[in-house]
């Protein structure tokens, strides 16, 4: 069974950072891209950022480059997502999304 655990998430202020996880099992995680979505409260799913199966090459939505970097550990069965310089907007439940499934979600609340 494929499993998805996202953590990490939490209340930050404005301008703060944040490390996502995602852990994976169920399936061999390295064979396959992942990625980031969130959903803002009251708006649809936006995707964030994806990553192929060796972690070599990345996308990044544009309104969260050159502050999100998404990365992955395929020894630990663990997908990242480091969130620097945090805004207002960037509040959302964010998922983990992987091989057709996606977690319960964490949720990042960015607030002073």
């Known amino acids: 069974e494929v499993q998805l655990v996202e953590s990490g998430g939490g209340l930050v202020q404005p301008g703060g950072s944040l490390r996502l996880s995602c852990a994976a099992s169920?399936?061999?995680?390295?064979?396959?891209?992942m990625s980031w979505v969130r959903q803002a409260p009251g708006k649809g799913l936006e995707w964030v950022s994806s990553?192929?199966?060796?972690?070599?090459?990345?996308n990044i939505a544009d309104s969260v480059k050159g502050r999100f970097t998404i990365s992955r550990d395929n020894a630990k069965n663990t997908l990242y997502l480091q969130m620097n310089s945090l805004k207002t907007e960037d509040t959302a439940v964010y998922y983990c999304?992987?091989?057709?499934?996606w977690g319960k979600g964490t949720l990042v609340t960015v607030s002073s």
């Open positions: 999304d992987g091989r057709g499934s």
């Open positions: 169920g399936f061999t995680f390295g064979s396959y891209p």
């Open positions: 990553i192929n199966s060796s972690g070599g090459s990345t």
